[in-house]
């Protein structure tokens, strides 16, 4: 049945309006987790603009991934702000593309992305359920730190974009700005969309649904990829330390518009679009993973006709169909067991008659034996017979003639 509302007009006051200081007051009290990843090569500067974004020096502690020779290095910080608490990690791919095999530094990001959608999987799926004390690691932005080479991206940059296009919000950005001349960054810029539209990668976008923001996000959709500068050095402007990078000819201002784009990048990371970011990593990134996970272990919400089904009737359809494949799988199991037994007694008793055969025939042959041995036997006994007699009439023969001798 389909479900109307209807709007209704109250004629006095309720209350509901404390829903959102509600809300804003437990989402204070337990605090934000925000989760950014920076790929890039050694040496590009990931540190020292998450150092300018967060305005702190991160240590390190040894929380590492490795995965061959690049290393995904993991690190959580908790972070205040006038009472409003964030949960960050920052995960660093160390050495990414210094290896000579590519394909180990592509593996350890996904792996590392997918190993943190399995672990919140997990927490779904367990009975105990504890996911509001979960500490979600699932990656929220991924920072694609592009060489400010002006020529375009490099294959590995492609490959590595296209690999993680599903699985995480892409934010690239133009590494060290500062050595790009103006003109050259907008077509640095181009060429870089070209490449992306041109190989199916699917970067992050502002959205534009949301009328506060519309016109900003726009703003921002146009800058992508940001050109940045970071810096851990403060220089003394209008007598004011800023972050800035202080050269011989100049100096360049890592918080002034004109110089980069740092300070759109932080309005989007961490004050217009930080729900969004995790809103899609979610309902975009999260979903897709789940789904494949499901799907792999059997489950659908469609029926074999492809009709939707809930999760109890699929789990029963499932039970049913599991134990129709056991009772065959057994069925065909006992058939096999008995063919095997039939087939071993057939050997057996052809065996047995063989050897009884056998047995025969050697019976029969020292029948033949024992008859013949017999008949040599009664043979000798008849010959020894004749030989006494003989034996005996010699003997009397023999006596009578020394008789007759002696008388003689
Ligand atoms: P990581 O290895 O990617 O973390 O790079 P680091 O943040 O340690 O930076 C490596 C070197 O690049 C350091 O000497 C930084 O001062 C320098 N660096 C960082 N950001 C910039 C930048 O925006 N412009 C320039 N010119 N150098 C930078």
Same mark, same amino acid.
């Given at each position: 049945?389909?479900?109307?509302?209807?709007?209704?007009?109250?004629?006095?006051?309720?209350?509901?309006?404390?829903?959102?200081?509600?809300?804003?007051?437990?989402?204070?009290?337990?605090g934000f987790v925000f989760n950014i990843m920076c790929v890039g090569e050694?040496?590009?500067?990931?540190?020292?603009?998450?150092?300018?974004?967060?305005?702190?020096?991160?240590?390190?502690?040894?929380?590492?991934?490795?995965?061959?020779?690049?290393?995904?290095?993991?690190?959580?910080?908790?972070?205040?702000?006038?009472?409003?608490?964030?949960?960050?990690?920052?995960?660093?791919?160390?050495?990414?593309?210094?290896?000579?095999?590519?394909?180990?530094?592509?593996?350890?990001?996904?792996?590392?992305?997918?190993?943190?959608?399995?672990?919140?999987?997990?927490?779904?799926?367990?009975?105990?359920?504890?996911?509001?004390?979960?500490?979600?690691?699932?990656?929220?932005?991924?920072?694609?730190?592009?060489?400010?080479?002006? =020529?375009? /991206?490099?294959? !590995?940059?492609?490959?590595?974009?296209?690999?993680? &296009? %599903?699985? #995480?919000? *892409?934010?690239?950005?133009?590494?060290?700005?500062?050595?790009?001349?103006?003109?050259?960054?907008?077509?640095?810029?181009?060429?870089?969309?070209?490449?992306?539209?041109?190989?199916?990668?699917?970067?992050?976008?502002?959205?534009?649904?949301?009328?506060?923001?519309?016109?900003?996000? =726009?703003? /921002?959709?146009? !800058?992508?990829?940001?050109?940045?500068?970071?810096? &851990? %050095?403060? #220089?003394? *402007?209008?007598?004011?330390?800023?972050?800035?990078?202080?050269?011989?000819?100049?100096?360049?201002?890592?918080?002034?518009?004109?110089?980069?784009?740092?300070?759109?990048?932080?309005?989007?990371?961490?004050?217009?679009?930080?729900?969004?970011?995790?809103?899609?990593?979610?309902?975009? =990134?999260?979903?897709?993973?789940?789904?494949?996970?499901?799907?792999?272990?059997?489950?659908?919400?469609?029926?074999?006709?492809?009709?939707?089904?809930?999760?109890?009737?699929?789990?029963?359809?499932?039970?049913?169909?599991?134990?129709?494949?056991?009772?065959?799988?057994?069925?065909?199991?006992?058939?096999?067991?008995?063919?095997?037994?039939?087939?071993?007694?057939?050997?057996?008793?052809?065996?047995?008659?063989?050897?009884?055969?056998?047995?025969?025939?050697?019976?029969?042959?020292?029948?033949?034996?024992?008859?013949?041995?017999?008949?040599?036997?009664?043979?000798?006994?008849?010959?020894?017979i004749d030989f006494k007699k003989l034996a005996t009439q010699h003997k009397?023969?023999?006596?009578?003639?020394?008789?007759?001798?002696?008388?003689?």
């Open positions: 049945m389909e479900h109307k509302i209807r709007y209704l007009k109250t004629n006095g006051y309720v209350g509901f309006d404390s829903l959102p200081s509600k809300y804003v007051r437990n989402s204070v009290k337990n050694s040496g590009i500067g990931k540190t020292t603009l998450m150092n300018s974004l967060f305005k702190t020096t991160f240590e390190s502690d040894q929380d590492i991934y490795y995965c061959n020779h690049t290393t995904l290095k993991s690190d959580s910080y908790d972070l205040k702000e006038n009472d409003v608490r964030l949960k960050l990690t920052l995960c660093d791919t160390v050495s990414y593309g210094d290896d000579m095999n590519k394909q180990s530094s592509l593996k350890a990001i996904t792996d590392y992305l997918d190993k943190q959608f399995e672990l919140y999987f997990q927490q779904e799926l367990s009975l105990k359920q504890q996911i509001s004390k979960f500490q979600d690691t699932r990656i929220h932005v991924c920072l694609y730190f592009i060489c400010p080479t002006g =020529h375009g /991206l490099k294959p !590995l940059d492609l490959i590595c974009m296209k690999k993680i &296009t %599903d699985k #995480v919000n *892409i934010v690239p950005i133009i590494a060290k700005a500062d050595t790009v001349s103006k003109n050259e960054l907008q077509k640095f810029k181009q060429s870089i969309l070209r490449e992306l539209r041109n190989n199916s990668v699917r970067i992050y976008n502002c959205p534009l649904d949301e009328p506060s923001v519309t016109q900003l996000n =726009h703003e /921002l959709n146009s !800058l992508i990829p940001f050109a940045v500068i970071g810096s &851990t %050095d403060f #220089v003394e *402007i209008d007598e004011k330390f800023v972050r800035a990078r202080h050269y011989p000819w100049g100096t360049v201002e890592i918080e002034n518009e004109s110089h980069c784009d740092f300070v759109k990048l932080r309005e989007m990371l961490l004050r217009i679009n930080t729900e969004d970011l995790k809103e899609k990593t979610h309902f975009l =990134h999260y979903e897709l993973y789940r789904k494949t996970e499901l799907e792999k272990m059997g489950l659908t919400d469609l029926d074999t006709e492809n009709k939707p089904v809930t999760f109890r009737q699929m789990f029963e359809n499932k039970r049913v169909h599991l134990e129709q494949e056991l009772a065959q799988s057994e069925e065909l199991l006992r058939q096999k067991f008995e063919l095997k037994i039939k087939t071993l007694q057939e050997t057996v008793n052809r065996k047995d008659d063989a050897m009884m055969l056998k047995f025969r025939r050697i019976e029969d042959e020292l029948m033949v034996i024992r008859e013949k041995l017999e008949k040599e036997r009664k043979k000798l006994n008849e010959e020894i009397k023969m023999g006596s009578s003639h020394n008789l007759l001798f002696f008388v003689g």
